[in-house]
């Protein structure tokens, strides 16, 4: 597994309780706050993640979710795998040449099969066809909804909370239908 840039790891759930209900309840308090009660609990669940090749990102998840509007990475037992030795962690992709893969720590190796997981990018400007310079008319209503001042036009899940990416999917939804209902 190729890992090119710094991560949170979270588990899935936490003695029985999923991750989300437990983000629910920290996500009212300031996001420092929540990182600070957090950060003990995935360094006794996970150790240290340097150690197995993975690189931690410099603050905890809701910070994370402040400062990128990213989501950190829900573990369902990769690290598990790394640790046993299943799956090995390689620095960033350089280059690829036939069937060798050059990394960006200058590391090669030979592989029969790549699969890819680049990430995803939401660059409104791409997705509308503005222009880089239109970025000033991106705006964020009361219902967290993105648009261009274009009527009619929203964004549905685009908005990353600590509450759950499909839960804010659902309310984004409500609130798009909402909008629509009034306007007739």
């Avoid at 690290?79 to 960006?104: C, M, N």
Wanted: hydrophobic letters at 40%; a positive charge.
């Amino acid at each position: 597994m190729a890992v090119r840039s710094p991560v949170n790891v979270i588990p899935r759930d936490l003695l029985g309780i999923p991750i989300l209900r437990i983000s629910l309840l920290l996500s009212r308090l300031p996001f420092r706050v929540a990182d600070a009660l957090t950060a003990p609990l995935v360094r006794l669940l996970y150790g240290d993640l340097v150690r197995l090749g993975l690189k931690k990102k410099p603050y905890g998840v809701f910070e994370q979710i402040r400062k990128e509007g990213t989501t950190p990475v829900l573990d369902i037992g990769t690290i598990r795998l790394i640790r046993e030795g299943h799956i090995k962690i390689y620095a960033g992709i350089d280059r690829i040449e036939g069937r060798t893969v050059v990394f960006s720590d200058g590391r090669k190796e030979e592989f029969d099969v790549l699969v890819a997981a680049i990430g995803y990018d939401r660059n409104y400007a791409e997705i509308l066809d503005v222009g880089e310079e239109r970025h000033d008319d991106l705006r964020v209503s009361a219902g967290r909804q993105k648009y261009f001042g274009k009527e009619g036009l929203y964004f549905c899940g685009f908005w990353v909370g600590p509450t759950g990416q499909i839960r804010e999917i659902a309310l984004d939804a409500q609130r798009i239908a909402g909008d629509i209902a009034k306007r007739g």
